[in-house]
């Protein structure tokens, strides 16, 4: 099956103890992204990658880090985490940057900064 | 001004009801146009897409995009309850260099029986 493997789905953490969330795509996507989902302010981009070693800032990228060692992996760091960044965190991936094809996204991880 | 303006809701109606969920944008550069349903606990799906200014049907769907209104929206004829979700509107355009795909804040949406 065709999908977006993310890890883990909740997240519980104390401020400043580093954590990763990993996110996994078997469709060979060239384009992969994260976004943070918050009430009253949508989706917003944190990061995104067009191919491996390649990555870039979307509009929110303070206090993430990102890696894209392999195609189908792009796990989100989070060195320093602070409250927040309290929030349900989304993986995508598409074959062409969302054109014609749009996003396919994870299942989502609820993490929780206390 | 936010880039893209969508009402959140929520949006109450019966069952077999028209629905319909809009979104306004403030730049031209948009191009392409999709609509995302999210299911609670769930990530978004990818519902419909369109390049073009006009009308595309799928189903019981039907979005409409007017690029000179700077407008687009999605209708659900006979709406079910299980089509209770959030939906969101969602544009891709060339802005500043690069691509940028851009969210409304997503309308809730709740069919009752």
């Known amino acids: 099956e065709a999908q977006v493997t993310q890890n883990p789905r909740y997240l519980i953490t104390v401020t400043g103890k580093k954590l990763t969330v990993t996110c996994s795509q078997n469709m060979n996507h060239e384009y992969m992204s994260w976004y943070r989902q918050d009430p009253g302010l949508g989706l917003r981009q944190i990061y995104y990658s067009m191919n491996v070693e390649v990555t870039d800032k979307g509009d929110v990228p303070e206090g993430y880090k990102v890696s894209r060692k392999e195609k189908r992996n792009f796990p989100l760091i989070l060195e320093s985490p602070s409250p927040n960044q309290t929030s349900l965190y989304f993986c995508?991936?598409?074959?062409?940057?969302?054109?014609?094809?749009?996003?396919?996204f994870g299942s989502g991880t609820r993490l929780t900064v206390v | 001004q936010k880039e893209v303006e969508q009402d959140p809701g929520p949006l109450s109606v019966p069952e077999g009801a028209i629905v319909s969920l809009n979104c306004t944008y403030s730049n031209s550069a948009f191009q392409y146009f999709m609509w995302y349903r999210q299911y609670s606990r769930k990530g978004p799906e990818l519902l419909m897409y369109?390049?073009?200014?006009g009308n595309k049907e799928d189903g019981r769907f039907t979005s409409q995009v007017d690029k000179s209104s700077k407008y687009i929206s999605l209708f659900i004829r006979d709406s079910q309850p299980s089509d209770s979700a959030t939906y969101l509107c969602?544009?891709?355009?060339?802005?500043?260099?690069?691509?940028?795909?851009?969210f409304g804040q997503g309308t809730r949406l709740t069919i009752n029986p």
């Open positions: 969602a544009m891709i355009g060339r802005i500043q260099g690069a691509q940028k795909l851009v």
């Open positions: 995508a991936s598409s074959p062409r940057g969302g054109l014609y094809y749009g996003y396919t």
């Open positions: 369109t390049y073009s200014s």
